[in-house]
């Protein structure tokens, strides 16, 4: 049986499986979703599954207790076809599948039968990493309520408090839900125990599941039915819709995740987009099921994506109203994130700059959370500065752009964002993200570096050494709760500067893997700081340079010259690598002058009769020649340089 929807003649390109064209109108083959048939003559695909059947939830949870594998067992159990079959199917980037981590939220509609009555259930898998907790705040304005899973076996960690928390806050309904209960050593009883002892759970209250072999999760998808409450909102009011995420397609263009608030919206239909207030025609919209299945109308409490006549990327705004006209008010939006890294980007080769500068645009419509300004460097020509929510936000960004958009790159190493009270204009704080803009000391009233307000779960036994090493990072304001589930909860203050580089990995390492981590901004310090500025026979090499606090100055000083010498190729000179603050050297390394022999390696001569490998030397240091940066009178070869980088 079929049911048919009209006017989708533009819509080949996203042609689904499932779905045919036939004779100019769009048929769905309902069956093939396992989706039984009743009523007809509904034009919408969504076949009036009345609001009061939809229900609209995320996963949510601290990174790694099994989100990405519980959607993937709801998509099976609720037989939804999936393109091809695949672990973490919601995990659609490259870089999620090889790091096995999930860095954007992903949706997919799912329908299901129970008790004889058809729901529209639209799932949103969210990332756990506290540096992606930006797609998981702005996944939970699209919902009614929650899955918090919390992994049997690990127990609540940092990520699950800060989770609840923004769910409560977003005032949705939470279902607390043990996963990975197939594990030998997973321990129910004692996390039970410790969700009612953090988060006020009856014991009776968290379901138990496992992702892995779909034991329990039935009955979660009962516990979602039944606890989560339906969408509210008019079918009669003026359209008013979110959008709570953007991506650019290769054929498609701008596509925008929507969720409708009010009103309805649907093929064909004109709308405007309330913070330019330019008009836009809906040439293609539909539901993710999981791909992009087009539908001809979605409607108040529904989830779904439009494509419309947008030219630019940047058009399409995260956070924006979808509205049918300019009286309907403006949702209230997201705010926006603030960067905690800055780092500079640069095509490896000069002439790429047009290319990369394109590649960027249409990365940043699918992660609005980076910032990007133009800048340049006399090392590394030009370029951008770019604000990241953390490290590994920042590689997952570098990746992307290589894998997606094949960018050939370099990053200069990474920067937090420092304010500044200058004698000139004494009663207002400039911020610094870029080493280039660091004022003359002497200018100087005061310095404030940032500061987050770090929460870090552990069992108790392993408080020592994490104290330690937050006190060796200039922890404050230490607090401790002790958990009757044998935990402890250290809260502190500390500076993000000395967070984002390694704290995690020697946390996890103290802890044996145990501690976890969550951090939010908390505003600025006081504080001194030092640029560091790299030398080679006198002349700077501006990419080298960074700020950080005055005790750190000489141990970065230090380390970036041992590398310098150890990857620079001697000259017909001697040169003398230095790393300053102000006018005084704080590390020095001297490379001897020597006239280079390309024919010997690791100090052996290349045999003399062999001409061939003699000729392939040669031509290989031509080739290293052409790819050389010239700072003063010293070459460094880009592969050097780019050692440098990575180690600095
Ligand atoms: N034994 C067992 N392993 C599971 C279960 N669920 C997930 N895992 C494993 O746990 C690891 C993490 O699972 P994911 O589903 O990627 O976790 P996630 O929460 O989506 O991870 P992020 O999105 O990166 O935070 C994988 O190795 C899974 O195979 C489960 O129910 N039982």
Same mark, same amino acid.
């Given at each position: 049986m079929l049911i048919s929807a009209c &006017?989708?003649?533009?819509?080949t390109l996203t042609l689904h499986a499932h779905a045919r064209l036939c004779e100019g109108i769009w048929l769905y083959e309902s069956s093939m979703l396992g989706w039984p048939m009743s009523g007809a003559g509904d034009v919408n695909y969504l076949r009036g599954v009345p609001q009061e059947n939809i229900r609209n939830f995320s996963i949510i949870a601290h +990174? @790694?207790?099994g989100k990405s594998t519980l959607s993937d067992r709801l998509l099976q159990l609720t037989n939804t076809k999936l393109s091809e079959q695949r672990d973490?199917?919601?995990? =659609?980037l490259q870089v999620e599948r090889e790091r096995g981590i999930t860095v954007k939220a992903q949706s997919a509609s799912l329908f299901y039968q129970q008790d004889g009555k058809d729901y529209l259930l639209n799932l949103i898998d969210t990332p756990g990493h506290v540096d992606f907790s930006y797609e998981v705040s702005r996944s939970l304005a699209a919902c009614e309520g929650v899955i918090l899973l919390i992994d049997a076996s690990q127990g609540i960690e940092a990520q699950t408090l800060a989770n609840h928390a923004l769910a409560t806050k977003n005032g949705l309904k939470i279902i607390p839900c043990m996963n =990975? +209960? @197939?594990?030998?050593?997973?321990d129910p009883d004692r996390v039970a125990a410790q969700v009612h002892a953090a988060l006020g759970y009856a014991k009776e209250e968290i379901l138990q599941v496992s992702g892995?072999? &779909?034991? &329990?999760v039935e009955e979660l998808l009962r516990a979602v039915i039944e606890r989560i409450p339906p969408p509210t909102g008019s079918l009669q009011n003026g359209l008013r819709a979110l959008v709570f995420d953007t991506w650019y397609e290769t054929f498609k263009g701008v596509v925008s995740l929507i969720r409708v608030m009010e009103g309805q919206i649907a093929h064909g239909e004109k709308f405007l987009m309330k913070s330019t207030d330019k008009t836009y025609e809906v040439h293609e919209l539909g539901i993710m099921h999981p791909e992009a299945t087009p539908v001809t109308r979605l409607q108040a409490g529904q989830v779904g994506y439009i494509l419309c006549n947008m030219k630019s990327p940047a058009e399409a705004r995260v956070g924006d109203t979808v509205c049918s006209d300019a009286s309907v008010e403006a949702l209230k939006g997201f705010q926006p994130p603030v960067p905690m890294v800055f780092a500079g980007i640069y095509p490896i080769?000069?002439?790429d700059f047009d290319a990369l500068n394109k590649a960027i645009s249409k990365l940043l419509l699918n992660d609005t959370s980076v910032s990007i300004f133009k800048e340049s460097s006399n090392a590394l020509g030009l370029g951008f500065r770019c604000g990241f929510l953390g490290l590994l936000h920042m590689d997952v960004f570098r990746q992307r752009l290589e894998q997606e958009h094949n960018a050939d790159i370099i990053i200069t190493n990474p920067t937090v964002p420092f304010r500044v009270r200058l004698k000139k204009n004494p009663k207002e704080f400039v911020t610094i993200s870029n080493p280039s803009d660091f004022p003359d000391q002497s200018q100087v009233i005061e310095f404030e570096e940032p500061v987050v307000k770090a929460s870090l779960l552990m069992p108790t036994e392993h408080l020592g050494g994490v104290m330690e090493l937050c006190t060796s990072r200039r922890a404050r304001d230490l607090d401790m709760v002790y958990l009757d589930s044998g935990q402890v909860l250290l809260k502190c203050i500390l500076p993000l500067g000395e967070i984002v580089i390694d704290f995690y990995d020697k946390i996890k390492g103290i802890s044996a893997g145990y501690a976890s981590l969550e951090y939010e901004p908390a505003g600025f310090q006081q504080a001194q700081i030092s640029k560091v500025t790299f030398h080679l026979n006198g002349k700077p090499v501006d990419a080298l340079t960074t700020i950080v606090h005055h005790t750190n100055a000489e141990q970065v000083g230090r380390r970036v010259t041992e590398k310098l010498k150890e990857v620079l190729d001697r000259q017909q000179f001697e040169v003398a690598v230095q790393a300053m603050v102000g006018g005084r050297v704080i590390a020095r390394e001297t490379i001897k002058a020597v006239r280079k022999n390309v024919l010997s390696r690791s100090g052996k001569t290349v045999g003399g009769g062999d001409v061939t490998r003699k000729k392939k030397l040669l031509e290989k240091q031509k080739e290293g020649k052409k790819k050389m940066k010239r700072i003063g009178d010293v070459e460094l070869s880009q592969d050097a340089f780019l050692t440098v980088i990575d180690n600095s």
């Open positions: &006017g989708l003649n533009r819509l +990174i @790694d207790h973490q199917y919601m995990d =659609k =990975k +209960i @197939d594990l030998p050593h997973a892995k072999t &779909g034991v &329990g080769d000069a002439s």
